[in-house]
């Protein structure tokens, strides 16, 4: 029979479901007894989930049986809510960048969603209702926040050596793109990656914000779930199209918030329509109603759509987002549109948050 700690070592291959960590990382394994009889695995498994649990247990057997050659194998999983006490520790475990009253993380199940473009904007458009915005970029492999907002100058440091973020359009902003060469690959492991992120949100001189808003990496991976972990979110807002392979990928993004007790404030359906620049009839190339259809079946917010229009590129590949640049332009009343409807789902997050605290 295997030892247990051979037993740990092979469980390690189990991801937990729609995240690219393992089980043993993410602290399931609370037990693991070996006998004459066979294996028993003790788990706790924090998803109130059935599907989750079950997909996980089974993973868990098969490894195990694999490793008994005929032996018998028992997966005992915790009775009750055992995620409860666990979320709550990482509830108060986690904090906001000194001054920011609200933390918001723009992700994406998939890359190519137009993330990045919707996030400058947004943090742009949150400006524009009269909040003083941060923006950072948390991309650290792809990042393209600093070319989108055309600002490059050297960062500056405090006596104290904490980061001065550079200001542009009134959003103050860090990215890797600062410290690197436009050529230069960032070929950095994960927990280079994971110190890095920490210094951005809380070595930066954000100063006194209402919101910061997080530009994630597209996906769910270690990156996402570090940032997610460690940071007192208000809360969420997931980038999606409108064709249906974009949208099988909005559900991972929408568990990654929930597995982490974080609210989703939404769904932002980008690249909806093209405007036609002649004729100004809407041209739905990727489909119709697919975000909102999305939301409805999740039980979110459809906070909106964004056309599909050269303006928006050219605005990013210039330093000059349309947001900021033309204020009247469809698109940038349809960002100002969906910042309304942000800011009032925090207002709506923070309202429950005080009785609830009213309450105890």
Request: net charge neutral; glycine share 10%.
């Amino acid at each position: 029979m295997p030892t247990p700690q051979e037993i740990l070592a092979e469980l390690k291959n189990v991801k937990y479901p729609g995240f690219s960590r393992d089980i043993v990382s993410f602290g399931l394994i609370k037990d693991i007894q070996v006998g004459y009889a066979g294996v028993t695995v003790y788990l706790s498994v924090p998803s109130a989930d059935a599907e989750v649990t079950l997909a996980i247990v089974r993973s868990v057997e098969q490894r195990v049986a694999a490793m008994t050659q005929g032996g018998s194998v028992r997966v005992e999983v915790e009775a009750g809510d055992p995620t409860r006490q666990a979320r709550q520790t990482m509830q108060a475990q986690r904090r906001k960048p000194t001054g920011t009253r609200h933390v918001i993380a723009v992700a994406s199940g998939k890359g190519g969603v137009g993330k990045s473009t919707v996030a400058v904007n947004l943090a742009l458009a949150l400006g524009a209702l009269g909040w003083r915005v941060g923006l950072m970029d948390a991309d650290v492999y792809g990042p393209s926040v600093a070319m989108m907002l055309g600002g490059r100058q050297p960062v500056t440091l405090t006596p104290e050596r904490r980061i001065v973020p550079l200001e542009r359009y009134g959003l103050r902003y860090v990215s890797m793109a600062l410290f690197v060469e436009d050529e230069m690959p960032v070929i950095w492991r994960g927990p280079m990656v994971t110190k890095l992120e920490s210094e951005f949100l809380f070595n930066v001189e954000w100063g006194q914000l209402d919101c910061l808003i997080l530009d994630l990496p597209p996906g769910t991976g270690d990156a996402q779930l570090t940032i997610t972990q460690r940071v007192a979110l208000a809360g969420g807002v997931i980038v999606t199209t409108p064709q249906e392979l974009a949208l099988l990928d909005v559900r991972r993004g929408v568990t990654m918030f929930q597995e982490v007790s974080t609210p989703v404030l939404g769904v932002i359906e980008n690249m909806s329509y093209h405007l036609c620049r002649k004729c100004g009839r809407r041209h739905e190339i990727f489909g119709r109603g697919g975000g909102a259809r999305m939301a409805r079946e999740m039980n979110l917010v459809f906070l909106g759509e964004l056309p599909l229009v050269p303006e928006l590129r050219e605005g990013g590949d210039r330093g000059a987002p349309l947001v900021a640049t033309n204020s009247g332009h469809p698109a940038s009343l349809a960002f100002k549109e969906i910042a309304g409807k942000v800011r009032a789902q925090i207002e709506v997050q923070t309202s429950g948050e005080l009785s609830a605290t009213a309450l105890k």
